[in-house]
């Protein structure tokens, strides 16, 4: 009976030894981790210049959209005192200031709503678009001459506009030979860009 009992107090013993001695080697490790994504902002910069033939004049007022951001998303380019025959240009700075490349869709446009009244106002739009690299270096560019709504530059398609970079886009206006006297002409180009990989 006193080896039973011996034996049953080292087992007691033994195990307590050996819960104590499990205890005292284990450890709990939590691991916090978080995961930001990237943006994607690519906007107009207040860099809208022009050339005009005498007499002509023209304005580029930028604008929010309202998304609560301060990024300029919208361009409104005012044409005024245009003549048979006269030509404007104006040439739109756009940034990317995303945390990644991305890549031009196409471009696209609304007009006022005087723009085709009482035939063609205007004989000639072109278009060009040029992508540079945050150095100022020029990448790629694109034109036309006979520029559609929508426009998609087909070559640039696989073309990356780099975190940093920037792109220009121009268009030109001839006014037709019956323009309307004493118009105004609004034109709101909107450029669209994706994610590099899509």
Do not use: C
Not at 143 to 150: C, I, M, S
Request: charged share 20%; no cysteine; net charge negative.
């Amino acid at each position: 009976m006193k080896k039973s009992r011996l034996l049953v107090f080292a087992l007691a013993l033994a195990v307590v030894i050996m819960g104590a001695g499990y205890a005292a080697w284990t450890d709990d490790l939590k691991i916090n981790a978080s995961v930001n994504t990237g943006q994607l902002d690519v906007h107009f910069v207040d860099e809208g210049t022009f050339d005009l033939d005498e007499y002509v004049t023209g304005t580029v007022n930028y604008q929010r959209d309202g998304s609560g951001n301060n990024d300029l998303d919208i361009a409104n380019v005012k044409l005024e005192n245009l003549y048979p025959g006269a030509k404007a240009k104006v040439t739109l700075k756009m940034e990317n200031n995303s945390t990644i490349p991305v890549k031009m869709n196409k471009i696209t446009d609304t007009r006022s709503a005087n723009w085709d009244v009482n035939g063609v106002n205007f004989e000639q739009i072109g278009a060009s678009l040029r992508f540079y690299n945050a150095d100022g270096e020029n990448i790629e560019f694109a034109n036309t001459t006979t520029y559609a709504n929508p426009w998609a530059p087909t070559h640039l398609e696989d073309v990356e506009l780099p975190v940093g970079g920037y792109a220009t886009i121009s268009f030109s206006f001839t006014a037709a030979d019956d323009i309307d006297e004493n118009a105004t002409y609004t034109f709101n180009p909107t450029a669209v860009f994706y994610q590099f990989n899509k």
